[in-house]
C-alpha cells in the first residue's frame, strides 16, 4: 500500500481529523473471533468494530458487520486519502459476517474504490464478510496458510429480531440480486463455483476455503506466501 506525506503539517492535521470523527479507546475484540490481538493493540481504533493505520493506508473490520458500517468505512475513507494521501487502500477483515445488506453495500463501495481486501492472520471471513472481501479489485491470500479462512453459508436476514435463512424460492428479487453481485465481483466461473458452495449449505452451516482453493477458484487473485 503507498502512503504520501508532504510535511510534518500535513501530519497534524491529519491526526486533528481523526480525533474529531473518533474517539479512540483500547481494542475490544469479540471473544469468538480467532484474531491477532498484538495486531490490533498497534492500530487505531476509529469506532467499535473498525480500525485503521494510516502508515498503511488500511482499514481494519473486526467483529459483527453492524448497519453502520458502510457509512463508518466511506468517512474513513475520505479523512485517510485527503489527509493523510493515501491512495491505495487496504482492507483487512476479520469477522464471522453480519447483515447481508449492509455488506453488500460495504462491497459496492470497496470494490468502486479498487480497494486491495485481506483477511487477518489466523483469523477469518465468513458468512456476509466473505461478500466484502470479493468485493477487492485484488483479494490476497497466503496459498500456504492452512488457518486464515474464508467461510460461506446460505445467507441469512434478521427479521422481528430472530435470523432466518433466506429461501430463494421464496424471495426471487433477492436471489438475483445476489448472484448479480457475485458475477459483478467475480466473474463468471468464479461467481457460480461461489453461489454453489454457499447455497450448498444451510445457513448455519459453514464451508470454509483455505488459501490454495481460493486461488484455484479464482475466489482469491494474488497470492502472497512467504
Known sequence: MKFYTSNLFGQLSLLICLILVACTSTPIVSKDLIVQHDLLDRKNKFSEGVYYDVALCQIILVGEIGND????????????????GCVEMELLLASR?????????????????KYTTSIMSGSESTSSCG??????????????????????????????????CI?????????????????EMLGGSSAEKYYKISNGSSC???????????????????????
Open 69 to 84: 458500517f458502510s457509512a463508518k468505512i466511506q468517512r474513513l475513507d475520505g479523512v485517510m486519502r485527503k489527509s493523510g
Open 97 to 113: 459476517g453480519g447483515n447481508v445488506f449492509p455488506a453488500m453495500v460495504i462491497g459496492g463501495f470497496i470494490r468502486e474504490n
Open 131 to 164: 461478500l466484502i472481501y470479493i468485493a477487492g479489485s485484488i483479494r490476497m491470500v497466503n496459498s500456504n496458510d492452512n488457518v486464515t479462512r474464508l467461510g460461506l453459508h446460505k445467507p441469512s436476514v434478521v427479521r422481528q429480531g430472530f435470523r432466518e
Open 167 to 183: 429461501e430463494y424460492d421464496q424471495d426471487i428479487s433477492f436471489k438475483e440480486k445476489y448472484k448479480k453481485y457475485l458475477v
Open 204 to 226: 448455519t452451516n459453514v464451508t470454509y476455503m483455505y488459501g490454495k482453493d481460493l486461488l484455484t477458484s479464482e475466489i482469491a487473485n494474488k497470492d502472497v506466501r512467504h
